[in-house]
Each structure stands twice: as C-alpha cells, then as structure tokens.
C-alpha cells in the first residue's frame, strides 16, 4: 500500500462545477500537509498548506481528518484555468514530503 | 520570491555515459531534494540533503550519488546512464515552512 493515496481521476468538470479531492496518508505520525499544483509539462507549485482546522482561500478550501487519516481540496465554481494534476503532500520529517500521484482536472467550458 | 534553478531543461544522453544534473536555490533553504517523476509512479525521492556535505538516500537511490559541497547547490550524478532513468527530474529546495519549492526540471532522454 502507497504512503500517500490519490484518486488519479481524471474529472472532468463543466466551468461552475464543485469539485473535492481526497487523499489519505497511512503514517499517523505525519505532521504537516500540502497541496499542490502542478500544470502540463511543468514544476509542481504551492496551492496551499492544509491546517488542522481547515483554510481557505478564495474558491479553494482544504480540510484535515487526523481520524480518518486524509485530506481533501474543494474547488468551488471551477475556472479553465483550474485545469491541472493537483497533489497532495504529507511530511514526516522537516522538510521531506511524500507525494501522492495526482488528481488530474480538467475543466471544461 | 525563492528561485530553484536547474542546469538543463533538456539533455540527450546515451547508454553508459555520466550524467550530471545541477540545481542551485537562491533562499538559503537548508534542505534540498531530488526527484524523479514518470507517468503513473509520481513523485519519487532519489536523495536528499539536509546540510553541506551530508546526503540521505530516498525512495529509489539506486544508480545515483549526489553532492552537496556548498549550501547553495546540490547535484545528482548518474554514474553510468541507463535507458530506464529517461525520465523528468526535478530539484526542489525547502526552508522553515516546509513548503517545497521546485526547479522547472530536467527532461533527460538516455537512448
């Protein structure tokens, strides 16, 4: 079993759409969460910190479940340029972050 | 805003030659990373480094080193190339945030 679980979609969403991501992590000693974002062919970047008594920002909430070991990405009247792989990271130890494979979007108008 | 460079965008090497991939992050991170990623497998760590001189192997260390020799910049060295590490690699550097900041890659193509 992976340390970090994503489904890998794909989801196809009309523009205005809502849509979630989970991801659940198996290490319950894990410490800090992520998301990113990472566009065709290139570098993966910050979306936003997951804390643990959930954020948000903008269009773009995330939530922690230290019970149920997972976190998840809400994405509220979905944009084009929403259209991405967005992975969730989870750290163990400072710095070092564990992957899961990406949720692919693509929004369609 | 942190800046993570990496020497290639794209390389083209052939089968047994020595490969060596540089990143250089401008932000004082104390930690840095390597990355290869391939369809379907995601993110996976080659090496890390949390000080000068010091190196821990990942997830898939196997057919690479790596050098750290000043704060700024670590390298990753593939000793003798092989086919099955055609791949994008990336670097990545992190400071107190944890937040990982990423080179734009490398696409390496060992034929």
């Known amino acids: 079993r992976k340390e970090v679980e994503q489904d890998p979609g794909p989801f196809n969403v009309p523009e205005g759409a809502t849509v979630a991501f989970n991801c659940t992590y198996s290490?319950?000693?894990?410490?800090?969460f992520f998301w990113y974002r990472q566009d065709c062919r290139k570098e993966p970047k910050l979306l936003m910190s997951v804390y643990s008594s959930g954020n948000e920002d903008g269009r773009f909430t995330a939530q922690l479940n230290r019970a149920s070991q997972y976190i998840s990405l809400l994405i509220r009247d979905s944009k084009l340029s929403d259209s991405a792989t967005y992975l969730c990271a989870v750290n163990r130890h400072a710095g070092k972050s564990t992957f899961g494979d990406g949720t692919t979007l693509t929004v369609k108008p | 805003d942190v800046k993570v460079t990496q020497s290639s965008r794209y390389l083209v090497k052939r089968t047994g030659e020595k490969v060596f991939l540089e990143c250089v992050q401008d932000?004082?991170?104390?930690?840095m990373f390597w990355y290869r990623q391939d369809p379907g497998l995601g993110l996976r760590l080659i090496y890390f480094?949390?000080?000068?001189?010091?190196?821990e192997k990942g997830d898939i260390p196997e057919g690479y080193s790596v050098s750290r020799e000043k704060k700024e910049r670590f390298s990753l060295i593939l000793e003798s190339a092989s086919t099955n590490q055609t791949s994008m690699y990336l670097c990545a550097s992190t400071g107190v945030q944890e937040t990982q900041y990423f080179g734009p890659g490398t696409r390496l193509l060992v034929l």
């Open positions: 290490n319950s000693a894990s410490q800090s």
């Open positions: 932000m004082d991170h104390e930690n």
């Open positions: 480094s949390y000080d000068v001189k010091m190196k």
